[in-house]
């Protein structure tokens, strides 16, 4: 079973940026795609970026293209998160997904069908 731990969350002021850590435990995520979700209060869960080992190179919710991008580490297999740019609108939790399921990354970002394995979440706070 693979465990999922998200890293990162914190408070940050409007334009800021951060980065967002996703490690499996005992493991790496080479060879998963990965998901990054997040839910804003009041607010139905959104993929917001997404890589698949299928697809060349990922995908983007429009909501937050271009100020997100996803990347994966050389050193642990790890999947970052980095959140540029800020906005009020980007508060909520952010969960790191993975999945072996075979998907594009589009598919990931826009069902959570494809999903096997959740972290817990990290919460992102963007306020003055």
């Known amino acids: 079973q693979l465990q999922l731990k998200e890293t990162g969350g914190s408070l940050v002021a409007p334009g800021g940026s951060l980065r967002l850590s996703c490690a499996a435990s005992?493991?790496?995520?080479?060879?998963?795609?990965v998901a990054w979700f997040r839910q804003a209060p009041g607010k139905e869960r959104e993929g917001v970026a997404c890589?698949?080992?299928?697809?060349?190179?990922?995908y983007y919710a429009d909501s937050v293209n271009p100020r997100f991008g996803i990347f994966r580490g050389s050193a642990k297999g790890e999947v970052y998160l980095h959140v540029n740019f800020v906005t009020p609108d980007d508060t909520g939790v952010y969960y790191c997904?993975?999945?072996?399921?075979?998907?594009?990354?589009?598919?990931?970002?826009?069902?959570?069908?494809?999903?096997?394995?959740w972290g817990q979440g990290t919460q992102v706070t963007v306020s003055t």
């Open positions: 890589i698949s080992v299928a697809d060349k190179s990922p």
């Open positions: 005992g493991s790496t995520l080479n060879d998963y795609s």
């Open positions: 997904a993975a999945t072996d399921i075979t998907t594009s990354a589009m598919g990931l970002c826009d069902s959570e069908q494809f999903v096997r394995y």
